[in-house]
């Protein structure tokens, strides 16, 4: 991690600071314009990634493997992903302001119900869309965000928790970091948890994902049982003409005269439900680059 100062403030690593430096200087448009050609060598080259978003989509759409369609939109998918790092890179030279004037809200009321219990908000998202708009989206609602990461490489890692940073939210060890998670709920502030990077320590349950069983964290489910925050879905996906369509849906609350595991699976199947409906929305914007229904 990056090293604090004398002032007790953490001090940005270089990459982060040429990484702001160029942000300010490139317009969004012209990486975006970049990355097309990029994402297309990488989706000629990257043989085994290739064939996971076919298959995926394949699943997605119900169509065989060597549909067209399956093909169109698995490389599609590869050019939304370049257009996420571009987002990645650049969203450190982002106003604000002009970026509240480019998002359409879906379920904006949904946030202030959550707010209303009392208990802090429990934010689950996927790799889709566009994360960082997601992201700009809470902060805009001022609140103060927590989630959790896998440990990357030191130089990688310290970029990227000084971007999370600057965007007003704090990384935490994906392993060992409950108990942190419950106290941040309990002041009243945001726990930000991703629902599709897989299951790690078989904490998962079995889940109906586009008419097939596949398997998805219980994270999510338990913290809500045990904090009582509820939990919102929330994504951003792209439109044309540089604008986008983020959406919130409706607070998913514990019921604690359930059983445990009953509770737990129930929030979990509403979740993957609302996670459902987000890509058929926008299949080609959700980055199904691991095996969602491994054999």
């Not at 007003?168 to 409950?178: N, W």
């Not at 309990?186 to 930000?192: D, F, I, K, L, T």
Request: aromatic content about 10%.
């Amino acid at each position: 991690m990056a090293d604090a100062g004398a002032d007790g403030k953490r001090k940005r690593p270089w990459v982060y600071t040429l990484n702001r430096g160029l942000a300010q200087l490139v317009p969004l448009s012209f990486g975006y314009w970049l990355s097309v050609p990029i994402s297309d060598i990488f989706y000629a080259l990257w043989g085994s990634k290739r064939a996971t978003a076919r298959r995926n989509h394949a699943r997605i759409l119900g169509r065989p493997v060597d549909d067209p369609l399956v093909e169109h939109m698995a490389h599609r998918t590869f050019r939304h992903f370049g257009r996420y790092i571009v987002e990645l890179l650049s969203v450190q030279g982002w106003s604000l302001d002009s970026m509240r004037e480019r998002i359409e809200i879906e379920g904006d009321e949904h946030f202030d119900e959550a707010i209303a219990y009392g208990r802090g908000i429990i934010f689950t998202g996927a790799h889709m869309g566009s994360i960082e708009v997601a992201s700009t989206l809470v902060l805009l609602k001022g609140f103060k965000i927590t989630s959790v990461a896998e440990r990357l490489p030191k130089m990688l890692m310290d970029w990227l928790i000084a971007c999370r940073a600057e965007m007003g939210v704090e990384l935490l060890p994906a392993v060992g970091s409950g108990m942190a998670l419950v106290r941040r709920l309990r002041r009243g502030e945001m726990v930000a948890l991703v629902v599709d990077l897989g299951i790690s320590n078989g904490d998962g349950l079995k889940v109906r994902f586009f008419g097939h069983e596949t398997m998805f964290p219980m994270g999510p489910a338990r913290l809500a049982r045990l904090s009582g925050a509820p939990i919102v879905f929330g994504w951003a996906a792209r439109k044309p003409g540089g604008r986008y369509v983020a959406h919130v849906s409706a607070p998913i609350l514990s019921n604690r005269d359930l059983d445990p595991e009953e509770d737990a699976r129930q929030i979990t199947r509403r979740i993957v439900s609302e996670f459902e409906q987000a890509v058929r929305r926008y299949p080609e914007q959700w980055y199904v680059f691991r095996e969602m229904w491994p054999k």
